[in-house]
């Protein structure tokens, strides 16, 4: 007989978040146990209760879920919580702090419905936040190319040779952009076909004359749902909206593929002990559900 569903969330915040709380039990999850202000400190005792309870037929039934505001915390709590498993001995997990990967996942997933990422040509404004660092290391991988977009062209470099070392051959695709000026940003939007607005809540990245003249374009993603628009002109509820030659996605146009993701990772936590998904293994859940 098979061991009832247990999903233990950990989460780098004093309150955990009652958005995955509730996320886990629609995705099947049968017992709940929600840990607050976790930290790679404290994380190991955690862990060993989840290790050490079930025998190896049954740890698959058992699965961890980082979240928190805080990707860059919940990033070191996931390396923590793989370096305390040994051998056979762990359970599956998923990070999801802040939304980051699933967001992520969804956006690349939308634009793929329309683009091919092997071959895209792909903006990233923001992309040195953790939502559009992982769209950019997503489009990488698949072999597009990016550019990534930043206020400060050091913290644009810096995101750049972080992202560089996490994919192989992508440093010759992958170019850092500072946007200190309308024509600059007009000018890297020259040749994409794809933007993804991955800017801070509430602000504008793209005006509607420079994307109006960014005559490649063919999809349009705007991740911010608080007004005014990341890209201005994209409506928050736009799915696949049509403009011209052009698609556009606002933030809840793509937040509906964003839960059904969220949802299928969970579950696919439970079908092996030894999964591990960040955004990679989160975008591969999608390409699935797209199947
Ligand atoms: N639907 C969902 O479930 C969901 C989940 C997660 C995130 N989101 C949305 O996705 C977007 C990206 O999230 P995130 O957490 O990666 O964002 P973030 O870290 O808050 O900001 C991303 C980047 O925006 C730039 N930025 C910050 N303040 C700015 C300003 N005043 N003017 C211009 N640029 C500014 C910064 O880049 P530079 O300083 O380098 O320029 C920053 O690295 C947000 O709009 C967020 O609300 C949605």
Not at 153 to 162: G, Q
Not at 202 to 231: C, K, M, R, W, Y
Not at 250 to 256: E, H, L, P
């Amino acid at each position: 007989m098979s061991a009832p569903k247990i999903l233990i969330q950990f989460d780098t915040d004093k309150s955990c978040s009652t958005f995955d709380a509730v996320v886990a039990v629609d995705s099947g999850v049968q017992h709940l146990l929600q840990y607050s202000n976790v930290n790679s400190e404290n994380v190991v005792g955690l862990v060993h209760g989840a290790m050490f309870t079930r025998g190896p037929d049954q740890l698959k039934n058992t699965a961890i879920f980082v979240g928190g505001s805080n990707v860059a915390d919940g990033e070191k709590l996931v390396a923590k919580i793989r370096e305390t498993f040994f051998g056979p001995v762990r359970v599956s997990v998923m990070l999801d702090s802040n939304g980051a990967n699933t967001t992520a996942a969804a956006a690349v997933l939308s634009a793929a419905k329309h683009v091919d990422l092997a071959t895209c040509r792909a903006v990233v404004l923001g992309g040195t936040g953790p939502v559009g660092q992982r769209v950019a290391r997503l489009i990488l991988r698949q072999g597009g190319y990016v550019n990534l977009v930043s206020r400060n062209l050091e913290r644009a470099t810096a995101t750049c040779w972080a992202i560089n070392s996490q994919v192989e051959g992508g440093s010759e695709r992958l170019q850092a952009i500072v946007s200190d000026s309308p024509s600059r940003l007009a000018a890297c939007m020259q040749d994409a076909n794809v933007v993804f607005a991955c800017g801070a809540a509430g602000v504008t990245l793209l005006d509607e004359e420079t994307l109006a003249a960014s005559e490649q374009l063919l999809v349009a993603i705007d991740l911010n749902a608080v007004p005014p628009a990341g890209i201005a002109g994209i409506g928050v509820m736009d799915k696949a909206v049509q403009r011209g030659s052009r698609l556009d996605y606002g933030a809840i146009g793509v937040g509906g593929l964003k839960m059904k993701i969220h949802r299928a990772a969970i579950a696919a936590m439970f079908e092996k002990n030894d999964r591990v998904f960040d955004a990679e293994e989160i975008l591969a859940v999608g390409l699935e559900l797209l199947k």
